[in-house]
């Protein structure tokens, strides 16, 4: 995925659990798509798989003030997904809480990985790289 915000291409989220297994990581392919959007998409997956009471982290600082409002004067093309989430916040009574990069687990499980999934991306771009020219034979 690209490194632009907003990407052409699109972009993702990863959650993992506390013991760093992955839970979830996910590539959204949408022209526009944000980092902000991103990072609220993967809080509101933990708010989902989280039970009552566990804690959420994120090393989003904006994001988590938006999901605890359940709104963003910046972002209102955001505002269902970020009531969702406040919904979920405020139910499951969840300690959302805010990470420095450098701690944050899901962000130490992609440094980690990052070539293992870029090679994979690479693979899967070769896929359909061949099947588009065995189409046109």
Same mark, same amino acid.
Request: aromatic fraction near 10%; include cysteine.
């Given at each position: 995925?690209?490194?632009?915000?907003?990407?052409?291409? &699109?972009? &993702?989220?990863?959650?993992?659990?506390?013991?760093?297994? /992955?839970?979830?990581?996910?590539?959204?392919?949408?022209?526009?798509?944000? =980092?902000?959007?991103?990072?609220?998409? &993967?809080?509101?997956?933990?708010?989902e798989?989280?039970?009552?009471?566990?804690?959420?982290?994120?090393?989003?600082?904006?994001?988590?003030?938006?999901? !605890?409002?359940?709104?963003?004067?910046? !972002?209102?093309?955001?505002?269902? /997904?970020?009531?969702?989430c406040?919904?979920?916040? =405020?139910?499951k009574?969840? =300690?959302?809480?805010?990470?420095?990069?450098?701690?944050?687990?899901?962000?130490?499980?992609?440094?980690?990985?990052?070539?293992?999934?870029?090679? /994979?991306?690479?693979?899967?771009? =070769?896929?359909?790289?061949?099947?588009?020219?065995?189409?046109?034979?």
């Amino acid at each position: 995925m690209g490194s632009k915000n907003p990407s052409p291409y &699109g972009g &993702g989220f990863t959650v993992v659990d506390e013991d760093k297994v /992955l839970i979830v990581r996910e590539d959204i392919f949408k022209e526009g798509f944000t =980092n902000n959007e991103a990072e609220i998409r &993967g809080i509101k997956f933990a708010l989902e798989y989280a039970e009552e009471g566990d804690s959420v982290s994120t090393d989003s600082l904006c994001c988590l003030s938006w999901v !605890r409002k359940g709104r963003s004067k910046a !972002r209102p093309d955001l505002y269902v /997904l970020l009531d969702q989430c406040n919904d979920l916040f =405020n139910q499951k009574k969840i =300690n959302l809480l805010w990470e420095a990069r450098e701690f944050n687990l899901a962000g130490i499980f992609n440094e980690e990985n990052r070539e293992y999934y870029k090679q /994979l991306r690479m693979e899967d771009e =070769n896929e359909k790289h061949l099947k588009v020219l065995m189409e046109t034979e």
